[in-house]
Nanobody
Framework: QVQLVESGGGLVQAGGSLRLSCAASEGIFSIYVMGWFRQAPGKEREFIAAIPSSGGATGYADSVKGRFTISRDNSKNTVYLQMNGLKPEDTAVYYC????????????????WGQGTQVTVSS
């Protein structure tokens, strides 16, 4: 069983930056595709970004492309989401997830989910 723990959320002003981290408990972290999602109050969970097990080519939702960057450090069992140019509409609970394929993550299917971290962007 892989446990994922997010951190780094908080309150930030519009235009600011935050870096989220997601630490995995399992030593086989390196075989999983990792992704980030978010869910705002009253809205569906939204795919944000994903990164393959070995790093490399990443995928982003149009809503965050050019502002958010996903990366991973397999030696630390950790995936990151650098968020720049934050907007009030980025306010949500952010979740990381692990699965075998990017295609599954893109449609919201994952083997493992974290508990989420709140990001609030004030205007």
């Amino acid at each position: 069983q892989v446990q994922l723990v997010e951190s780094g959320g908080g309150l930030v002003q519009a235009g600011g930056s935050l870096r989220l981290s997601c630490a995995a408990s399992e030593g086989i972290f390196s075989i999983y595709v990792m992704g980030w999602f978010r869910q705002a109050p009253g809205k569906e969970r939204e795919f944000i970004a994903a990164i393959p097990s070995s790093g490399g080519a990443t995928g982003y939702a149009d809503s965050v492309k050019g502002r958010f960057t996903i990366s991973r450090d397999n030696s630390k069992n950790t995936v990151y989401l650098q968020m720049n140019g934050l907007k009030p509409e980025d306010t949500a609970v952010y979740y990381c997830a692990a699965d075998g394929t990017i295609s599954r993550l893109r449609i919201g299917i994952a083997n493992y989910w974290g508990q989420g971290t709140q990001v609030t962007v004030s205007s």
